[in-house]
């Protein structure tokens, strides 16, 4: 159970009643995690969502075996990640690396799955939240393929 007060500060939870964010706060956890630990791994069974308490996570493309991959997103205190959980296949879909030790929220998404069921309007506003975040990441990310389009690259090869 996790202490309303610091959840009704974080941005994901600003749309909830007190009501709300204390029922939510019955099936969250605070987890600590030290710089460079794995929250969770590409392919890793989704049961949770995560919201950052304090820190700073990366997610990221690694393939195993590999020691660097492709950061995607750095998450910041009040960011949530792992909505992986809420879909169908409830596999991650990237790996979640922490950047500086770390304090996250762990949110147990079957749990959650029953709470908006019976609270539709938790339910109604926590997704339509979560869909206004990733519909802004969409924005962004078209912006960044548009960019990357219209900038001209040269690649060269070197002899031998």
């Not at 539709?120 to 975040?133: C, H, N, Q, W």
């Amino acid at each position: 159970m996790e202490d309303i007060s610091r959840m009704t500060q974080l941005e994901l939870f600003s749309v909830l009643s007190e009501d709300q964010i204390r029922q939510l706060s019955n099936i969250t956890q605070s987890r600590f995690f030290n710089k460079g630990d794995q929250i969770y791994q590409k392919g890793d069974s989704a049961g949770e969502m995560f919201v950052v308490a304090e820190g700073l996570v990366s997610l990221r493309e690694i393939d195993p075996g590999d020691d660097i991959g492709i950061a995607f997103e750095e998450k910041k205190r009040g960011d949530f990640f792992g909505p992986a959980s809420f879909m169908t296949s409830k596999v991650y879909s990237l790996t979640a690396v922490c950047l500086t030790d770390t304090e996250v929220l762990a949110i147990n998404a079957e749990q959650l799955s029953g709470l908006c069921q019976k609270d539709s309007t938790l339910g109604y506003r926590l997704m339509k939240k979560i869909a206004e975040v990733y519909f802004k990441r969409y924005i962004a990310t078209k912006r960044q393929i548009c960019q990357m389009v219209k900038t001209p690259t040269i690649i060269t090869a070197l002899p031998g």
